[in-house]
């Protein structure tokens, strides 16, 4: 499937406009079309001279908000069951978006539905929503559109799709849980060293000896958060600040961080898991969908979701352009599990790809669910002793002079 061969589609812009129509009346509406001197001549067409147009904001900023990957999954499901049981694409398009619960997906279902009764691909009708359609999902519907196979590539592409979310909600949800904990116990320690401490501190000048060691080593620290808090603060805004802007600006620290996260003990090990999970499913359901393997690699390549088997595909994909089997391509890269080589293998041996790396992608997604319910298990005690060991090693800090009143008093 050449790039050069995708034609740009016309982008169709909505309109508020003011004018009169023929009788005189002052009216007001809106109309949909390529640019303003379009819409200004099927308002004339219509007996209305526009006094006013101007372009209607972007659905995706008024009322109804973000559009989520979940309910792209949701539609594209839609859209599958009803190609599948014979309903007419256009048709198909009506009846989704005039059903849709949300404006953002009404206005995005309604242009694209514009074009495509204008003759217009929906693979072409697509590309330029590429926040909403990436470049993957628009080359399975070409390839759909090409091989006659449109309503199955959907079923494919909403297989995918779901899938896809099910698996980063899992990730999400390892990294999530224990990070939240921390967060809190570390808000409630910064709180008690600021508010807390004090109180105690000028109970205990008035006993007038020694305190233990450990309760000066808390009462000291607490004199430096309550002294040095707003650089303290500051420094850990710039911290977070300048690392969102590095990670989103700069590559390279995508990639060390990347690198980083897979080391890691207990989420490492879920994150390779998903890299190969979501490799093995992407280049399944291009291949299925008669997407050529080269491109099919590209894809998997971007939706692995980690620099590192990024790296690794785009490596196995150079190989392959050269003529090497692509089994034996990843054999050279230390990242792929065996199980996964040794099914591509078999894969290309019985001119079953897809179905092999369906199967691998179905096995490593159950992994990563076991994985999760399992850190979620062992993570539980390990966070409990985390949170006692601050807050309550404060409160022991505290009450030892208060134990030892006796001897401190004396």
Known sequence: MSRAAKGAAPTITEFLWRGANASGDRTQGEIRAVNAEEARSQLRKQGIHAVRLRRKPSPLFQRGGRITPMELAMVTRQIATMLL????????????????????????????????????????????????????????????????????????????????????????????????????????????????????????????????????????????????????????????????????????????????????????????????????????????????LIEGLNSAAGAAGNAVYRSAVQAVRDQVVSGL?????????????DMLVQMVLIGEESGSLDEMLNKVANIYEMQVDDAVDGLSTLIEPLLMVVIGSLVGGLVVAMYLPIFQLGSVVG
């Open 85 to 292: 049981a014979g309903v007419p694409l256009v048709t198909t398009l009506q009846m989704i978006g005039r059903g849709h619960d949300r404006e953002a997906m009404r206005n995005l279902l309604g242009e694209i539905l514009l074009q495509v009764e204008a003759g217009v691909p929906l693979s072409q009708a697509l590309r330029p929503h590429r926040q909403q359609f990436d470049e993957l999902y628009c080359d399975l519907v070409e390839a759909g559109e090409h091989s006659g196979a449109l309503d199955r590539v959907f079923d494919r592409i909403a297989t995918y799709r779901e899938k896809a979310e099910a698996l980063k909600s899992k990730i999400k949800k390892a990294m999530f849980y224990p990070t939240a904990v921390i967060l809190v116990a570390l808000m409630v320690t910064v709180i008690l060293l600021l508010f807390v401490v004090p109180q105690f501190e000028e109970i205990f000048a008035s006993f007038n000896a020694e305190l233990p060691l450990f309760t000066q080593w808390v009462i000291q620290l607490s004199r430096v958060l309550q002294q040095a808090w707003p650089y303290f603060a500051c420094g850990v805004i710039g911290l977070v600040w300048g690392g969102i802007r590095a990670h989103r600006s700069s590559a390279r620290v995508r990639d060390r961080l990347d690198a980083l996260l897979l080391r890691l003990p207990l989420v490492g090990p879920i994150l390779h898991k998903g890299a190969v999970a979501r490799f093995a499913r992407t280049l399944a359901t291009t291949f299925a969908a008669g997407v050529p």
């Open 325 to 337: 089997q692509m089994n034996m391509a990843m054999r050279t890269q230390k990242v792929f599990p």
